[in-house]
């Protein structure tokens, strides 16, 4: 009986033993895990292919493969992703000379080379756009202002489609839609253009100016319902 007692005594022991350093070990683990975490950050930010800081943590703690892969899986999950601006810088790039091969074209007008030239070079920057654009407002403006392009070109049946896909990609734009008023304006759609520009207003357009003097819309700003919708949204431009 006594022999039965002192074994049960002896495996409690061991049983306590291998809890005990298995609490110690977790503990270790969890204070060195944090440091660990921020050694591969900061190697991550600065484009460090050996982490010489986080090797260093790992021999210490006598970490695992398998803890260690863990632990930078956690690191990845916890990223926040990258700001449009950060990520999509390429993007921005193509827009903004977009737009400026866009500003020439509209001042070349009667100058036919420069003009086609100028609009084919806004396109092809545009459709840049949309190949890189990393997040939906980028892949949005990059059909927008593509939109507008073809418009500019008079072929509208590509503005259509690219202004639609913005229009999709981002419904609550005030600006794709005042673009769907002024092609459906163009095209003699009275109907469908004044049903863009309630939407447009009701998104937020303000540019009162550009509703008074643009000759994109002079189709659609000789219907009775132009006022009527300006109107409802308690919107007065004058006469």
Known sequence: MAKRVGIAGFVFLAVII????????GSSEERYKEEYKVAVKECLENNQ????KAEEIARDARLSDSTREKWEREL???REPEPDYVA???TKQHLNQGLNFMTQAKANMKNKEVFDESIKNAIMEFSLAIETSSGESQRAKAYEYRGTAYMIQKKYNKALEDIKKAARIQPDSPSVY???TCLYSLTND???SLDALDKALENGFSDYDTLRGDPDISNVR???EFREI??????????
Do not use: R, T
């Open 76 to 78: 990845y999950e916890e």
């Open 18 to 25: 291998l809890i005990s350093v298995d609490y110690i070990m």
């Open 88 to 90: 999509g810088m390429e």
């Open 230 to 239: 300006l109107e409802k949204h308690k919107v007065f431009i004058g006469k």
């Open 49 to 52: 292919a050996v982490c010489e």
């Open 190 to 192: 009275v109907d469908l």
């Open 222 to 224: 000789k219907s009775p």
């Open 178 to 180: 005042y673009n769907l």
